[in-house]
């Protein structure tokens, strides 16, 4: 695909980053299993591996199937660069640990991913890195830390798995107005939904386990942004060997090509579930982006073309009452994960949370009656039927 286009996302997704032609014609991104890449030409060698010119040498560093995951991704959210991983958590503490040393400072907000929490509270202190955690929704509050002086602002909109959103574009501005690299992960909204560049912000994070691979069926994680931070990051992981695998890079490109097909289908069963669950006399309050009721619903429609597959809600109850209801669903994997075609279920302390106390969960307000939904590309009639007979049976 013409790197200079002006195709839509839909067009994108299919054919970004497929630069054939490939191997013996193949239509699709072969899989280059191969370590290294060999050469006759000593000269040619040099300058490959030195970076001036083009080409691989080694699959820890670079692999031609690996960029073309890239390079799809990295058209898809319009930035100038990506640079991918073996996970989102590879992505996530490579990305933090290339950007922060000892006596920096990172400002960011109490409802990350569980494991990014980890980072924060376990991690970062053994290296005299500092981290401030400010209430999610409390702009102020954050606009008075970043203010305060900051290395890094780590944003993730919408949250796991309350659902809240914070507001991309004024704390992008309060970031850069303190001379902070300002950092979403765009997991939950995907691309497709939101687009972080347009909004100012510095790098981009995927869990391309989630919605861009679709199919549960590999792990990836994704950093996109500048060239010049993306290059210091990809420096970083060629150290640490975070490296994306080319099969999983395989399987994640080609559920990238029906990305723009699954969300949308996600976006709109995710809505008509949202709205029934909030009229149903057993769920007490459902998270959704997307409803009227939600206290950032004005934000996400600023921010969100739309409002994505992911739900949550509390049911009547307590901890008994969820785990009475979930194997009660038939149309739902009870697993953690999400963004997958199936739909999944499952309460924070199996799921985003698995790795806090439930002391944790409670100081980050997570009530242990809430179900994490993700909407899968079923029939949404079908799965609106699923939870109706489900709550009916508690
Ligand atoms: C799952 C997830 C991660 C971590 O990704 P892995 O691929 O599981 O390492 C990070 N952020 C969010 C929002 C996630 O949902």
Request: hydrophobic share 40%; charged share 20%.
């Amino acid at each position: 695909m013409d790197k200079n286009s002006n195709y839509k996302t839909g067009t994108i997704a299919v054919w970004g980053g497929e630069n054939a032609p490939f191997w013996e014609q193949s239509t699709q991104v072969p899989v280059v299993h191969s370590v290294s890449f060999g050469y006759k030409d000593m000269d040619k060698w040099l300058k490959v591996g030195q970076g001036s010119d083009e080409g691989y040498i080694y699959s820890r560093n670079t692999n031609p199937t690996v960029k073309a995951f890239e390079d799809k991704i990295c058209r898809l959210e319009g930035t100038e660069a990506a640079t991918s991983f073996a996970s989102g958590m590879a992505a996530i503490s490579n990305t933090l640990f290339t950007l922060l040393s000892p006596g920096d400072r990172i400002v960011s907000i109490k409802d990350s991913y569980g494991g990014t929490n980890k980072l924060f509270v376990e991690f970062f202190p053994r290296f005299q890195i500092n981290v401030t955690l400010c209430d999610t929704t409390d702009h102020e509050a954050i606009e008075k830390e970043v203010a305060a002086g900051c290395k890094v602002l780590y944003l993730e909109t919408p949250t796991n798995p309350t659902m809240k959103v914070p507001d991309i574009e004024r704390l992008t501005k309060a970031g850069h107005a303190a001379g902070a690299i300002v950092i979403v992960d765009n997991t939950f909204a995907t691309p497709i939904n939101q687009k972080p560049v347009e909004m100012g912000v510095d790098l981009i994070i995927h869990s391309a386990t989630k919605f861009l691979g679709g199919h549960a069926d590999a792990l990836g994680g994704v950093v996109c942004g500048t060239k010049k931070l993306v290059k210091e990051i990809y420096h970083y992981r060629e150290i640490t060997g975070a490296a994306l695998d080319p099969m999983a890079a395989y399987l994640l490109l080609r559920g990238m090509k029906t990305l723009h097909l699954r969300v949308r289908q996600q976006n709109e069963s995710a809505m008509k579930v949202a709205q029934h669950l909030e009229n149903h006399p057993a769920v007490t309050q459902v998270l959704y982006p997307g409803l009227k009721s939600h206290p950032q619903h004005e934000i996400a429609k600023k921010q969100m073309s739309d409002f994505g597959g992911m739900l949550s809600f509390m049911i009547k109850g307590d901890l008994e009452t969820v785990n009475d209801f979930l194997p009660r669903l038939k149309l739902a994997h009870r697993a953690a994960n999400l963004g997958a075609v199936e739909t999944i279920a499952g309460p924070p302390a199996m799921t985003s949370h698995v790795e806090c106390t439930p002391e944790e969960r409670a100081a980050m307000g997570i009530p242990e009656s809430l179900v994490r939904y993700s909407v899968g590309i079923e029939d949404v009639d079908d799965l609106i039927a699923d939870l109706d007979q489900a709550l009916a049976g508690i």
